[in-house]
């Protein structure tokens, strides 16, 4: 599985985003399915629904009834985790989505998000690893 913001989501389903063929090329060397939180989806959802409309929204659930794409359950010790994140990053540029993604990578032990915000590079794990961002 590899953890995934909503931007490669978004990239990979709409072909006139900027980061459409990078997003694409970066996820044939990733572990599938992808690993995403319910925060993040819905930043993807309504994204497409802006740039793309229903058809773009279709093609999101499209990954998940193919199993490209996974939803993770934010039960309560990821959410408290969650809220946690937000407010240690609260002068950095985390919101609710992305305090979902380190809190779910804490919690599965995972490395790697795939993103296209360079900003989780400077989140530290509670282990005091950082996440390795794809695409660099």
Known sequence: MTLTDA??????IDAGEPDHDRCRQTLERLELPLLTT????????????????WPGQDALWAMIRRSALTL???DLP?????AELMNRYRDHPMDLADATLV????SRDLRTIFTLDEHFGTYRL???CYLRVVPT
Do not use: K
């Open 7 to 12: 931007g490669p989501l978004i990239a990979l």
């Open 38 to 53: 319910w925060p993040a989806f819905t930043e993807a959802m309504y994204l497409l629904g802006q740039v793309a409309g």
């Open 72 to 74: 993770a359950e934010l």
């Open 78 to 82: 990821l959410a408290l985790r969650s």
């Open 103 to 106: 809190a779910l990578a804490e």
């Open 126 to 128: 509670a282990n005091r």
